[in-house]
């Protein structure tokens, strides 16, 4: 006999506004608020972090890296260097001399 669903499972993202939603698949990247920097959830960066305590109240997450990049976060340097060295890349051509 098959019982009542249980209830469903729900996740707070941030959104491009920088927002906090809720949405019933997990983030794909996590991120710092403080640090506005995002990353892999595998990152050994993070890892160290989340480890030592002090960074888990800071802690975002994101549905995706064009959303992550358009609240403002940056890629971070350790778990995607070559996204970080792009976001570096321009970021220097668009700044005044």
């Given amino acids: ?9 729900t996740y707070t993202l941030l959104g491009a506004d920088r927002r906090s939603y809720r949405a019933t698949e997990p983030g794909t990247l996590g991120g710092h608020r403080r640090g506005r920097l995002y990353g892999r959830l595998d990152c050994p960066s993070a890892l160290r972090a989340l480890a030592r305590g002090g960074y888990r109240r800071h802690r975002v997450f994101f549905a995706d890296e064009a959303t992550a990049l358009a609240a403002g976060y940056r890629p971070c340097a350790v778990c995607l260097p070559a996204r970080y060295a792009r976001w570096k890349a321009n970021r220097e051509t668009m700044e005044p001399s």
């Fill in 1 to 9: 006999m098959a019982g009542a669903p249980g209830p469903l499972r």
